[in-house]
């Protein structure tokens, strides 16, 4: 069974002092719920992860970065390395969103050193791609997301999967209000799965967790999470207040 996962991204957002609200409120809230078979995340800023691990120690909530710089160490001022972040107990890492390809040029070549410097240091990462507007238009979609998961992932082994999770967000659904329907997601998550079956195994296709993101909200999440490729979602915007966080988590 593919586990189910809701991730909250947060971005350039929350203060210390604001996250361990934040963190303290969402534990209050899903402590009584039945997660079974689901992964609760948040992504804060990095100068606030150490803090935001000890304060979600003991509940479900998992805490994991937005990105990291994919060198051991040395001459890379402003980065932040794999180790870095295991020795503060974060295991987990937010690779090739949108914002950062967009804004911080990001590259899939890049993208895909960063991944090997995750499987090298037996981390996991929840790894974001998705086409811009304009692809879309033209009717590129599929080819523009193969073209991504093809150069940033397609050179591991079927089983480096397992340290993969898949995050299809469509740049144009991102922060906009605008979300992909629920058809258009299920439609791009069985080609992703498909075209991995094609690449390595059914099983490999069948055990990869795929999330959804853009403008994911409490009023729409359960349609779309009840698709059957649908695994979960990475949550921007709906992730900053706990009572939305927590509706988007009892849709799962
Ligand atoms: P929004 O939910 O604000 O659209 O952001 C989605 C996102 O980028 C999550 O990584």
């Not at 361990?20 to 079974?36: C, G, M, N, P, Y």
């Not at 001022?77 to 987990?92: F, H, P, R, W």
């Not at 937010?94 to 090298?120: C, W």
């Not at 058809?183 to 069948?206: G, L, N, P, W």
């Amino acid at each position: 069974m593919r586990t189910k996962i809701v991730a909250g991204n947060w971005k350039l957002n929350n203060t210390k002092e604001e996250s361990k609200t934040l963190i303290k409120d969402l534990k209050k809230a899903i402590e009584d719920k039945k997660l079974k078979n689901t992964r609760v995340i948040v992504a804060p800023t990095f100068v606030n992860l150490a803090s935001s691990v000890k304060t979600a120690k003991k509940s479900k909530i998992e805490v994991v970065a937005q990105n990291m710089h994919q060198a051991k160490n040395g001459a890379y001022t402003g980065e932040v390395s794999a180790e870095m972040l295991k020795a503060i107990g974060v295991k987990t890492v937010i690779l090739g969103h949108s914002e950062r390809r967009t804004y911080f040029n990001e590259t899939d070549a890049a993208l895909a050193e960063k991944v090997n410097t995750i499987l090298e240091n037996k981390m996991e990462t929840i790894f974001c791609f998705g086409e811009l507007l304009e692809d879309r238009k033209a009717d590129k979609h599929f080819e523009v997301v193969e073209s991504q998961l093809s150069n940033a992932l397609f050179h591991l082994k079927g089983a480096d999967f397992k340290s993969i999770i898949l995050a299809y967000e469509p740049v144009w659904a991102i922060g906009t209000g605008e979300t992909a329907s629920p058809e258009q997601a299920q439609e791009m998550h069985a080609f992703i799965r498909s075209i991995i079956e094609k690449k390595y195994t059914k099983e490999v296709a069948d055990n990869v967790s795929i999330l959804y993101g853009g403008s994911v909200k409490p009023a729409n999440a359960e349609e779309i999470f009840s698709k059957p490729d649908v695994d979960g979602g990475l949550i921007g915007g709906a992730a900053l207040k706990v009572a939305d966080f927590t509706a988007i988590i009892k849709a799962i």
